[in-house]
């Protein structure tokens, strides 16, 4: 007899045909299932259960709360707040102040600020801030040279092309901008822009193969252009009349450059080869110190692929450059560093490139590494001081004494601070609420960074090395000593500054 055919997948499931009569055995199977019930004493335990844990869950939530404001009980009144800061008035708050850190007890381990504010005790030098009074709507991070500060800047809307298309100088001393140039590049804009007295630097790009390094000699009023990058936008950095920089010169080769702007002596310093994490970090120049950072001279493939550390590379300009070959000297800090920072005395740096949770390193040539803060993208070096952003607030390290002060007031945002010397300038927010860069600035005094004032003001730190010595990695850098009024976390809100401080740094001229 032949057997019948199978109908087809098709047929089997197509939309619109009677089901299929189900077997005595699937039909069988349904009935079971569906008969099996929960016997009631077991529904009952059930629900007693589900009670009971919704009983203990409410007591608990009650007492976690009660601990959190600080009470022993119903009717309890909240635990008072202490602060080691003399003359400071702290109200009750719902999180009850952390235990202060020891000296020298890493701060990394505290947590971060919660939904409720942590009483504070950092000083605020937010008092005597001033507003820069420019014309134009947005800038470019500006560079300053004694009381001018030089930047790019335009008006346009940020969506709709280049935006940054003017060059301009702005006097502190007499409040007054000028104009000194407009780009007549197709596409043009102007990026790096550096200031000393003798000299104006600029990058003019399209954002493509044109990037011209310009220079102005401000005595002649000359500009020249004195190369053209065609690999991407060089990082340019400027002390006297030494400029340098990093370029792409090939698609796998990196390599930093110095040219004497009196004499037009160009100079390769050091190459990269198929490592472009270091291509895209900044040198620095500060007086006849040039710093940069590189691959781990010692570290091995091997510990390479564990993680990678760095080596932190720097020349005096006296002694190290002028023969046939550059020695370097290195720093082994350990760590992975980015866009190091040295003056002859302190370095800086950060551990990786300008991620959310970098950490910010300081370490002075013949000390030990500590971390100043986390989460930290912009950064610079001072005269004593490190400014740094974090939290959308600006911060000030004393390096003599290891305080943490903020510059930027409770209720203002402060981004991309740069320092020269002992003037601070940075980014905010408009207060009227238009879509513009307010720029501010303050120039730090000894009272504001010393107040009780300074046993050994001025002791130099012993200069370093004119050999080219290697320096061994520092133990694990331990948390920044802080000063005893000033512990606390690294990014807990700051106290509101006293009426009389608050009404002297009210705006002194705003738009």
């Known amino acids: 007899m032949k057997r019948p055919e199978r109908p087809s997948a098709k ?16 039909a069988k199977q349904r009935s079971i299932k569906k008969k099996k019930k929960l016997p009631p004493a077991t529904v009952a335990l059930l629900c007693a259960a589900g009670a009971l844990l919704l009983v203990v869950g409410a007591y608990l939530s009650t007492r976690l709360v009660q601990g959190l404001l600080g009470q022993e009980g119903p009717g309890a009144s909240p635990a008072a707040v202490s602060s080691s800061a003399p003359g400071t008035s702290l109200g009750p708050w719902a999180t009850p102040a952390p235990d202060l850190p020891e000296v020298g007890e890493n701060r990394l381990t505290l947590r971060e600020p919660s939904m409720t504010p942590q009483p504070e005790i950092y000083r605020n030098l937010s008092h005597g801030s001033s507003n820069l009074r420019l014309s134009e709507r947005h800038i470019n991070q500006p560079s300053i040279s004694g009381n001018e ?3 790019s800047a335009g008006t346009g809307r940020l969506d709709s092309g280049p935006v940054l298309t003017k060059l301009c100088l702005y006097n502190l001393e007499t409040q007054t901008e000028e104009t000194i140039k407009t780009t007549e590049l197709y596409n043009g804009s102007y990026y790096e822009t550096l200031i000393n007295e003798k000299w104006l630097v600029w990058l003019e790009t399209d954002h493509g193969v044109k990037n011209y390094i310009c220079v102005r000699n401000r005595e002649t009023g000359e500009d020249s252009v004195l190369k053209t990058c065609e690999n991407g936008k060089p990082k340019l950095r400027l002390s006297g009349d030494i400029l340098i920089w990093m370029e792409q010169t090939e698609e796998t080769l990196d390599r930093l450059y110095m040219i004497d702007l009196v004499s037009q002596e160009n100079v390769a310093l050091f190459s990269f080869r198929d490592v472009a994490t270091y291509g895209v970090s900044a040198p620095d120049i500060s007086g006849d110190y040039i710093t940069w950072s590189g691959p781990d001279p010692e570290q091995t493939e091997e510990e390479r692929a564990q993680g990678e550390t760095s080596g932190i590379f720097w020349v005096d300009l006296n002694t190290d450059v002028g023969g ?4 370097p000297n290195v720093y082994r800090p350990g760590t992975y560093v980015h866009e190091p920072h040295f003056d002859g005395e302190n370095f800086i740096w950060i551990d990786s490139n300008k991620s959310f949770n970098s950490n910010l390193y300081f370490r002075p040539l013949d000390g030990e590494a500590t971390v ?3 989460g930290v993208t912009t950064y610079a070096l001072g005269d004593g001081i490190v400014v740094y952003g974090k ?3 600006v911060w000030v390290y004393v390096i003599e004494t290891g305080e943490t002060c903020r510059l930027t007031s409770a209720n203002e945002t402060g981004i991309m601070p740069t320092v020269q010397g002992r003037t601070v300038v940075w980014d905010t927010t408009s207060v009227d609420g238009e879509n513009r860069d307010l720029v ?34 520092s133990p694990s850098p331990s948390a920044t000593p802080a000063a005893e009024t000033t512990p606390g976390p690294s990014g807990s809100p700051v106290a509101e500054a006293s009426p009389e401080a608050a009404a002297q ?7």
């Open 11 to 26: 047929r089997r499931f197509s939309w619109g045909k009677k089901e299929k009569p189900l077997r005595a055995s699937q």
């Open 440 to 473: 501010r600035y303050k120039v730090l005094t000894d009272e504001d960074l010393y107040p009780l004032g300074r046993e050994e003001p001025g002791v130099p730190v012993t200069a370093p090395p004119t050999s080219a010595p290697t320096l061994e990695a």
């Open 372 to 374: 100043i803060a986390q």
């Open 505 to 511: 740094g009210e705006n002194d001229g705003g738009e």
């Open 149 to 151: 500060i030089f930047y």
């Open 324 to 327: 046939d070959e550059i020695e």
């Open 391 to 393: 939290d959308e607030a």
